[in-house]
């Protein structure tokens, strides 16, 4: 036994040794004390736990609150319009709103399918010595802060997408009919597509974690039996692998997208907070997240403000609705795997 | 041979080689990424940074007074956290574990540990800096506490809960009340894996930036009282990468280099440390 450890059950059992040599009273003063200290410690720790309850319900409170000048001078049509002017304090929520949705998708475009194969790379074909340190190198860059992700894309990336791959883009599409409004205007390096690609970067290593993590949950007897059966490594993961771990997978999509949809720092720094909606990806536009940031220690007034902070509650409730399903579906697999 | 073969296999090399590139994509931007990092923030590396205040653009200058403040709120931040999280924890992981409370509690961490980290920046705005009339190293202290206590909450119950029931059983038969049983015996059991989570929460708050924006604010001069806004690493490196300024651009790669080594450590130790416990 541990030192302290052994000092306690000493304690204890010198307190019950008192007991046994003092008369009754005493022994019952004793056991009420400890009963208290228990019962003292037992409504800490309940009020600990009912205190993460509160913290959420006072996010929510505290942003209704912050948000009800705005909410209440522009109504719904907060919702709906694309203006945004400080000087005439006239707001609407559509642009950030379409630059988080927009960039996030994209991301989720590439990092999903580029994760999955990843994650299908680790658990099939790399040699089983070299798992361990891709695994831990994959956690430990999902650690990263996304501040270092934002200084990069603003200081090489973005230079490097403006020289290279928008005027490419540009140019190959410049003739095609839909597309040429996609990738319309300058290459200005910074824009919604640069702030998609870093996401995707940024949420890629947490996606492969997840899902290498669903993936291993798969009880080998059954790969080993798609496997007897004459399958390929491919029709494994195919069939058997991806169809067992679907909700699992799903979720920890959802988990990447919450990321995603709430990600500040990797934003801000190269979308080039425009409020405007805008076809092209290649234009500078804005997302929530980045609006806020950029924009609320420089913000007078209390409407301007309080817009902020409805944009703030629109990006919680959007992303605790996807992050709630994510758990929702994470904790189904998981039941299915104990059970 | 049946031409079916043929196609299957054909179909297997190319998805294989598929998930072989996408590793490489994948790898090749961290790799990418950290080296651009090491190579900009290595240059610009010195004693300097360490002993002298953030500059006014044009003049060398060091970080220390955004190291200082980063290391005070994250301290705080901590020392804040910290206890609510491992007695949170520990409601869910031994008096509660049963209860519908509890099953609520862990939905709603789990929400809590992945909500955006700018929304709790604006949540402490509303409750400490819009009261109290100013920005303050204090709130900024206390928006990232909120961001500890989930990781805490979290890894405590999941240590606790790998705590063999038999040594909860013998403790209690020995009369241990249940109190003692748990701080004596159960915490004993768990510590390093709670010591994990402390130090993976640190790691997670000392890149976060979101949050300090509106809370810490910022400071160019070197000041620890923590009523009045104070400098942090991360904002620092906002504000100078965003500037014109070379001087300034140069001292935020160094910023961030510092803060990626800070997390890798941390992250690393707290790893260590798992796998420790694991093997003893």
Request: glycine residues 8%; hydrophobic residues 55%.
């Amino acid at each position: 036994m541990e030192p302290a450890r052994r000092q306690a059950v000493v304690d204890v059992a010198l307190e019950a040794g008192n007991v046994a040599t003092s008369e009754a009273v005493s022994r019952g003063k004793v056991l009420q004390r400890l009963r208290l200290n228990d019962t003292i410690f037992r409504n800490l720790t309940f009020l600990a736990a009912l205190g993460v309850l509160i913290l959420l319900g006072g996010v929510i409170v505290a942003l209704i609150e912050g948000s009800l000048p705005a909410l209440r001078t522009f109504g719904l049509n907060f919702l709906i319009e694309e203006r945004w002017n400080p000087v005439t304090e006239k707001f609407g929520a559509i642009a950030p709103m379409y630059g988080t949705l927009v960039t996030s998708f994209i991301a989720m475009l590439i990092a999903v399918p580029v994760g999955i194969m990843i994650a299908v790379f680790l658990t099939e074909l790399c040699p089983l010595w070299l798992r361990r340190p891709i695994g831990i190198a994959i956690e430990l860059l999902a650690g990263i802060p996304s501040i270092i992700y934002g200084i990069w894309g603003l200081f090489i990336f973005a230079p490097f997408l403006q020289q290279t791959l928008q005027p490419f883009l540009i140019s190959t599409f410049g003739n095609v009919p839909v597309l040429s409004e996609v990738f319309a205007g300058p290459p200005y390096g910074i824009g919604v597509l640069t702030a998609s690609l870093i996401l995707a970067i940024m949420v890629l290593p947490f996606i492969t974690s997840i899902t290498r993590d669903v993936f291993e949950s798969v009880p080998p007897v059954l790969k080993e039996a798609a496997y007897g059966v004459g399958c390929t490594t491919w029709e494994v993961v195919r069939f058997v692998v991806i169809p067992y771990t679907r909700v699992g997978i799903i979720g920890g999509v959802m988990l990447g997208l919450g990321r995603a949809l709430g990600e500040t720092m990797a934003v801000t720094f190269v979308i080039g907070n425009a409020h405007k909606v805008s076809a092209s990806l290649l234009a500078p536009g804005t997302t929530i997240s980045a609006t806020i940031a950029n924009e609320f220690t420089e913000a007078v007034g209390d409407l301007y403000t309080s817009s902020l902070i409805a944009l703030g509650l629109i990006l919680f409730v959007i992303t605790f609705i996807v992050l709630a399903a994510a758990r929702y579906m994470l904790l189904r697999l998981e039941k299915r795997v104990g059970g | 041979m049946n031409p079916l073969y043929g196609r299957r296999k054909l179909k297997n090399r190319i998805a294989m080689t598929l998930s072989l590139l996408a590793t490489a994509f994948g790898a090749g931007w961290l790799v990418l990424i950290l080296a651009v990092l090491l190579w900009e923030g290595f240059s610009g590396l010195s004693l300097q940074v360490f002993t002298e205040m953030t500059p006014p653009p044009g003049s060398d200058g060091g970080l220390l007074n955004a190291i200082v403040g980063s290391l005070m709120v994250t301290v705080i931040a901590v020392l804040i956290g910290t206890p609510i999280g491992i007695l949170a924890g520990t409601y869910m992981a031994e008096y509660g574990r049963y209860a519908i409370l509890t099953t609520i509690v862990r939905f709603i961490n789990d929400i809590l540990l992945s909500a955006p980290s700018i929304v709790v920046g604006l949540f402490i705005y509303e409750v400490m800096v819009a009261p109290m009339g100013h920005f303050s190293g204090i709130a900024g202290a206390v928006a990232l506490a909120v961001l500890v206590i989930p990781v805490v909450v979290r890894t405590t119950e999941d240590m606790l809960l790998l705590v063999p029931n038999q040594l909860r059983e013998a403790a209690t038969a020995l009369g241990m009340p249940r109190v003692n049983v748990i701080r004596h015996v159960c915490y004993r059991a768990a510590q390093a894996g709670m010591l994990t989570g402390v130090l993976l929460a640190v790691a997670r708050i000392s890149g976060e930036t979101a949050p300090l924006l509106f809370t810490a604010l910022n400071n160019q001069f070197w000041s620890t009282n923590l009523n009045a806004p104070m400098s942090s690493l991360p904002v620092v490196i906002f504000q100078f990468a965003l500037s014109p300024y070379a001087d300034w651009q140069k001292l935020a790669w160094t910023g961030a280099l510092i803060i990626t080594f800070t997390v890798l450590a941390l992250s690393i130790t707290a790893r260590a440390l798992v796998s420790s416990r694991k093997t003893s």
